[in-house]
Structures are given as C-alpha cells and as structure tokens.
C-alpha cells in the first residue's frame, strides 16, 4: 500500500557530505514518525535518526552534531543531511516511516522501509 523510494547514497572521502533522500507514496492519510537505519557491513541494524510530524528530532550519539534529519510533509519525504563523515559511518542506509493508510484499508498504521541506500566513506 505504501512505498518507500531512498536516494544520494554514493561513495565519499571522509570529512566529506551527503544528503539521503526518500519519498514515500501510497495509499497514504497521515505520516507519524519518519526515520532513518542503517546496518553496517557484518553488525545488526540500528536506529541514526528519527523526526515526528512536528518536527521533534532524536539521534544515536555517534551521530549528534554530523547529522541532520527533516521532513517536508506536503511531499511525504524526509532527508538526512550526513556531514563530517566517518569511515565508521560505511553502512546500507534504510528510510522508515509510520503510516496511517486511508479509509479503504480501514485507517490502519503500519510501519514501511525503504530498499535501502548504500553510503561508503574511503579514509
């Protein structure tokens, strides 16, 4: 019912910058939280960044300072604005979001990924 589309992902020096992007559509009435994951080469899944409808922002401490998160609502997108980026950083990026879906499926709340997006940061 809902799809989630994530680009910007690439390769880049450390120090450098990207800005990941995603775009959800669907059977879409409201979007709560958005957020971003990612799963570095060989460990388990962890939460970078989350931001609700009204803005309020959390992130992982290895993040805090470096990265940004925010979402256009009228678009249905949310972007993370990476900086100062670290080898440590090298991981598959994965786009989240909590949606209520419209009527015809009952006004239901699901969460939905994106394909994921590969970041690489060469030292």
């Known amino acids: 019912q809902v799809e989630l589309v994530e680009s910007g992902g690439g390769l880049v020096q450390a120090g450098g910058s990207l800005n990941l992007s995603c775009t959800a559509s669907?059977?879409?009435?409201?979007?709560?939280?958005m957020g971003w994951h990612r799963r570095a080469p060989g460990k388990q899944r962890d939460l970078v960044a989350t931001?609700?409808?009204?803005?309020?922002?959390t992130y992982t401490d290895s993040v805090k300072g470096r990265f940004a998160i925010s979402r256009d609502n009228a678009k249905n997108a949310v972007y993370l604005q990476m900086n100062s980026l670290k080898p440590e950083d090298t991981a598959i990026y994965y786009c989240?979001?909590?949606?209520?879906?419209?009527?015809?499926?009952?006004?239901?709340?699901?969460?939905?990924w994106g394909q994921g997006t590969q970041v690489a940061v060469s030292s």
């Open positions: 669907g059977s879409i009435l409201r979007i709560n939280e």
């Open positions: 989240t979001a909590d949606v209520t879906l419209t009527r015809t499926y009952g006004t239901r709340r699901y969460d939905y």
């Open positions: 931001i609700t409808s009204g803005g309020s922002t």
